[in-house]
């Protein structure tokens, strides 16, 4: 099958340069996956999906275009390359469009990241896998109803090539369980939830570990209240706490920064955090959620530290973006199957500090702990960003009650040089961080 699909993207890049492209790229995307949910202790839905498909992106002179199709047979691959072809020439001129420089490309032997789990659970297995997470929530003393438990898996394959003579190729498996229950009654309902993925099913946590978490969320929410507006310390908790760090990979993007819209687009060099922050990402780590062997221009990635010892050191720059600042890219393209590629990191990780969650909280005294956010709102321009959460009080270091509806803000940039990293950080997903203390923020309540 892998030599197939080879055959087929070098026949679909010659038949592309055949035609009157000047370059070209192809990629094929093949995923696998079955997902199975309950609820209330009975089978609610099976869903399996099989996917093949091909993306075609080709260039005459600064002109491009790109198409996708479902439909990989000779006949429509025919029509696919004229019409992506023709498309190309009606296109408005992009200086910056390109392939990746070829002195830039990975080289093989690729290394193995142990992204591929050969283990295929049936719906039977993960049936019950889902049945033991939810009865493991509706366990808890104070849960009353459910959410429903789900398990799932897949696999995928993508295989990339281009017209300068790049092919790589690489594979990957998920695996993810969760588990959502209720508490309490009526007027006085909460939700509680806990889901995990990996690359390899023997990576994730027991069911019933994940079912008892989501339950004991949901308990904990229990009598939650609104508070008034204040300015207090704020804490988020680790499980979320990367949220925060979403609107700093977007200041950073290449082409952020080219149409200067970015809040950071005059700090490449300075101090953003404390200096005893650094930030790093690694598209090389095992078992990585996201992890890869090159970026999505087949150029060459590496770990970097992104924010080291407080200073940013580095935009996030795709080929086009990098031409368009006079840069050279720093791997981070980013494509799916059709349109130009966009950018972004890889496993990024706010590497910890010293102070426990509850260090954190002593440390504070009284604030908000947040465990919950919904609704984030930024200016791109200015910083200036505001979500909407829920947590829990804190007094005299201590968890005091349950709250909600809240909504916290400031200016990023302010934030940022605020930031106290805790010590507690998980490797949950493919951006990680510890419980984030920020000294003073606007808390909107009642």
């Known amino acids: ?151 799932a898996w897949s696999a995928s394959t993508w295989l990339y090539a281009t017209s300068a003579g790049f092919l790589g190729r690489h594979q990957a498996s998920g695996f993810s369980l969760s588990a959502s229950a209720i508490a309490g009654e009526g007027s006085s309902m909460e939700r509680g939830g806990e889901g995990r993925s990996q690359r390899w099913r023997a990576d994730l946590p027991a069911a019933d570990v994940i079912g008892a978490e989501a339950g004991r969320r949901a308990v904990s929410r229990l009598g939650a209240r609104k508070i008034d507006s204040t300015t207090a310390p704020v804490i988020f908790e680790n499980r979320l706490a990367a949220s925060l760090l979403s609107p700093l990979i977007g200041a950073i993007s290449g082409p952020s920064i080219a149409r200067g819209t970015s809040f950071l687009k005059d700090r490449l060099g300075q101090a953003v955090f404390a200096d005893n922050i650094t930030l790093t990402e690694d598209p090389h780590r095992r078992r990585g959620l996201g992890s890869s062997p090159f970026d999505d221009e087949g150029v060459a990635n590496r770990r970097h530290a992104i924010i080291d010892k407080g200073v940013l050191t580095t935009w996030l720059l795709n080929s086009a973006s990098a031409r368009q600042l006079g840069l050279e890219t720093t791997g981070h393209a980013s494509r799916g199957l059709a349109g130009p590629p966009g950018v972004s990191p890889t496993n990024l990780t706010l590497e910890p500090g010293e102070r426990t969650l509850a260090g954190l909280m002593a440390d504070a005294q009284a604030g908000l702990l947040v465990t919950s956010m919904f609704g984030p709102s930024l200016n791109g321009n200015t910083g200036d960003w505001s979500v909407g959460v829920s947590g829990f009080w804190f007094e005299n270091g201590e968890i005091a009650y349950p709250v909600t509806e809240i909504t916290v803000a400031g200016n990023l940039i302010d934030i940022y040089r605020r930031i106290v990293v805790g010590s507690d950080l998980e490797l949950r997903g493919a951006a990680n961080a510890p419980s984030l203390l920020i000294d003073a923020l606007a808390i909107a309540g009642r």
């Open 1 to 151: 099958m892998a030599a197939m699909s080879e055959a087929l993207l070098h026949d679909v890049i010659a038949a592309a340069l055949k035609a009157g492209a000047d370059a070209a790229e192809a990629v094929i995307a093949e995923r696998r996956s079955l997902s199975v949910s309950v609820r209330l202790d009975a089978l609610e839905e099976v869903e399996r999906e099989e996917a093949r498909d091909l993306g075609v992106r080709v260039f005459i002179g600064r002109q491009q275009a790109s198409v996708s199709a479902s439909d990989i047979s000779a006949d429509a691959r025919a029509k696919l390359v004229e019409r992506v072809v023709a498309m190309a020439r009606l296109a408005p001129e992009d200086r910056y469009a390109g392939l990746a420089p070829e002195d830039r490309l990975a080289k093989g032997p690729f290394p193995d990241l142990e992204l591929f789990d050969p283990t295929e659970p049936g719906a039977d297995a993960l049936e019950a896998e889902a049945r033991t997470a939810e009865a493991a929530a509706r366990a808890v003393d104070g849960v009353t109803n459910s959410d429903g438990g789900s398990a």
